[in-house]
């Protein structure tokens, strides 16, 4: 199964510390999201990338984020000087975009915990 | 401002009978949705999708159905199977409009009952 990856699975830091995640997507797809999913709530869009531009940011994604895409294929998503409010399920999501349609699908997330 | 609505956050249904997920939204230019099914500790995994140029559309056991006029979707779960106990999110795009970003309902948690 080649379905999207995620690691680390779960990562707990200390706030302060700075974190960084990674995604490998479907590999023929050409566009990769990230979204961040807290407890109760759905997932809410940070950021995409069509190939290895990055085309848009949410307002959710303070100065503190960066997220890359070098070369199209994987995606790494940091956090600087993590606060509290950081924790979340950082979801990963790849896609091939179509006339018509655009199915999402997500990797298992990497659940960050700031201690 | 909570464009994608799920008001229903539970439902319990016996084995073999039918779900019924709804979901409402109030963007006009979402003209593509989606169902995700999500386990705890796992990502949502796609479940079935529509495009405003259609009103139902049927994959196995899900029917999604659309009334663009009332802002409306649901998805019909026929028959339901205790594998399908999880929660479910409704999902919104406008295609072509800022890479396709979906747009998530808060979720509705299902609960087969053998």
Known sequence: ???????????????????TFRCD?????????????????????????????????SRLLSDRFSAERPKGSFSTLEIQRTEQGDSAMYLCAS?????????????????LTVT | DQQVKQ???????????????NCDYTNSMFDYF??????????????????SIKDKNEDGRFTVFLNKSAKHLSLHIVP????????????????????????FGGGTRVLVKP
């Open chain 1, 1 to 19: 199964d080649t379905g999207v990856s995620q690691d680390p699975r779960h990562k707990i830091t200390k706030r302060g510390q700075n974190v």
């Open chain 1, 25 to 57: 997507p479907i590999s023929e797809h050409n566009r990769l999201y990230w979204y961040r999913q807290t407890l109760g709530q759905g997932p809410e869009f940070l950021t995409y990338f069509q190939n290895e531009a990055q085309l848009e940011k």
């Open chain 1, 95 to 111: 896609s091939l975009a179509l006339r018509g349609s655009d199915e999402q699908y997500f990797g298992p997330g990497t659940r």
């Open chain 2, 7 to 21: 008001n229903s956050p539970s439902l319990s249904v016996q084995e073999g009978r039918i779900s019924i997920l």
């Open chain 2, 34 to 51: 989606l169902w995700y099914k999500k386990y705890p500790a796992e990502g949502p995994t796609f479940l079935i999708s529509i495009s």
């Open chain 2, 80 to 103: 339901s199977q205790p594998g399908d106990s999880a929660v479910y999110f409704c999902a919104a795009s406008a295609l072509g409009a800022a890479g396709n970003k979906l747009t």
